[in-house]
């Protein structure tokens, strides 16, 4: 709780003080994931494990000291290491996992909107040029479970799609629980910036050159 709750709202206040901008990155597991929909930024959290309870704390940290701060909701974050071509992340263990000719087990009963590292950060960059504060959900439009996600990654690398198999969550033993349908609405982001989020498959084909050193 110190790190993701108490710690942004100290930065959030010393920068206040100095008036520098102030980036915050929250999660959609401040969400119960117990809808049908999309979560919008003014829907009730119900965060249901200590991370998103720690990470709700943080937001609303960051909002009492420091009203023009940017609280950006991401969700599932993958994408390539810095300026290399190197994945890191889901698509990183799927397509090696493939790659090895091994099986892949992947939920069919949690759905999300994944967050592309490299989208994210120049949708940060784009809030920060004009001048945004507030709370927005910065992620892709495509509501995907992970099984999902996994044949469209084996898609891009012409991979064999029989190594994937459906799973559930409740097939994991996991300590702590997951929102089972967290998907974050990004109109709002695409509204302040005048342009539209990415859908995965176009998120996939930025990484491209990364999953080269995985195709068949």
């Known amino acids: 709780m110190a790190v993701n709750g108490t710690a942004p709202g100290d930065l959030a206040a010393v920068c206040d003080d100095r008036e520098i901008p102030f980036v915050h990155y929250s999660t959609d597991y401040v969400f119960d994931g117990e809808t049908d929909s999309f979560y919008e930024e003014d829907d009730e959290p119900a965060p249901i494990q200590e991370y998103g309870r720690s990470k709700l704390a943080g937001e609303n940290a960051v909002r009492d000291v420091n009203t023009d701060a940017l609280i950006l909701r991401l969700s599932f974050v993958y994408g390539a290491r810095g300026d290399t071509s190197d994945l890191v992340g889901f698509p990183q263990w799927v397509a090696s996992t493939l790659a090895a000719g091994e099986t892949v087990p992947l939920f069919t009963d949690q759905t999300m909107t994944p967050s592309r590292a490299g989208n994210v ?15 927005f959900h ?4 495509s509501a995907v479970t992970p099984y999902e996600f996994g044949e469209a990654i084996c898609g891009v690398i012409d991979g064999d799609a029989t190594l994937i198999e459906s799973s559930v969550m409740a097939d994991l ?4 629980a997951r929102p089972q349908r967290s998907c974050l609405d990004v109109s709002n982001v695409e509204g302040e ?24």
Do not use: K, M
């Not at 910065?138 to 439009?141: D, G, L, P, T, Y």
């Open 193 to 216: 910036l005048g342009r539209s989020q990415p859908t995965l498959e176009t998120d996939l084909t930025a990484l491209e050159a990364a999953f080269s050193d995985y195709s068949s």
């Open 121 to 135: 950060a120049t949708t940060t960059l784009e809030l920060l040029d004009s001048g945004s504060t507030g709370t």
């Open 138 to 141: 910065v992620a892709s439009q």
């Open 173 to 176: 033993d996991r300590p702590a």
